[in-house]
């Protein structure tokens, strides 16, 4: 993921994560567990603009596929195209008030 492409969205516009019907892959379900804790880590504060598309991928956590594990490293791809992104609050006057920086790396 080092090298990855950014995107611009957390997830593409549109998409509905869909139920496995299949067995249950401990390999894929290991990897988007692990992946999905550490996107819910970075939402605790530091990138809640992630919040929606980790939780709705979570849904799957018990028997994920590989859409659903290449979505949640969809979502590290957008993190890498925002990395450099801030919130900034600032009241009505010219002066600069309080700012926040998110470090996602």
């Not at 929606?52 to 979570?58: A, D, E, T």
């Not at 956590?61 to 791809?77: D, F, M, S, V, W």
């Not at 006057?93 to 996602?104: P, T």
């Amino acid at each position: 993921m080092e090298n990855a492409n950014a995107t611009h969205t957390p997830l593409p516009a549109g998409y509905k994560p869909m139920a496995n019907k299949g067995e249950t892959n401990s390999t894929i379900r290991s990897q988007f567990q692990s992946v999905i804790r550490s996107l819910l880590y970075l939402c605790l504060g530091m990138q809640p603009d992630i919040t929606f598309p980790v939780i709705k991928l979570l849904q799957y956590g018990t028997n994920p596929t590989q859409e659903h594990l290449n979505k949640a490293k969809y979502i590290i791809r957008y993190l890498i195209g925002t990395c450099k992104y801030s919130l900034t609050y600032k009241d009505k006057s010219e002066e600069q008030g309080f700012i926040a920086y998110a470090d996602s790396d």
